[in-house]
């Protein structure tokens, strides 16, 4: 079983920053990779950012390219989100997701509110 927190959420006018973490617990060794997904009200959830343990390659949805960092913290068994020149339509619940065994995303958190104003 794996559990993961999302915290770092909040209000943040257009052009700003935010940082969210995910610390991890539970049964992680041979986790496969981590990744991060967002829902913004009457939409469906997507893609955002993902991360591979094994060597730590990133992939990011074509929105948020060049804006958004997903990186991890061994040591603190964290993963990240460094969202960066946020705009109004990054509005959204955003969540960690976990893929232990390279299948599904069988893990998420309960989620964190980002607001963006514009």
């Known amino acids: 079983q794996v559990q993961l927190a999302e915290s770092g959420g909040g209000l943040v006018q257009a052009g700003g920053s935010l940082r969210l973490s995910c610390p991890v617990s539970g049964r992680t060794s041979g986790s496969y990779r981590m990744g991060w997904f967002r829902q913004a009200p009457g939409k469906e959830r997507e893609f955002v950012a993902a991360?591979?343990?094994?060597?730590?390659?990133?992939y990011y949805a074509d929105p948020v390219k060049g804006r958004f960092t997903i990186s991890r913290d061994n040591a603190k068994n964290t993963v990240y989100l460094q969202m960066n020149s946020l705009k109004p339509e990054d509005t959204a619940v955003y969540y960690c997701?976990?893929?232990?065994?390279?299948?599904?995303?069988?893990?998420w958190g309960q989620g964190t509110q980002v607001t963006v104003s514009s």
């Open positions: 991360i591979m343990w094994s060597d730590d390659s990133t």
């Open positions: 997701t976990a893929d232990p065994f390279g299948g599904t995303w069988g893990y």
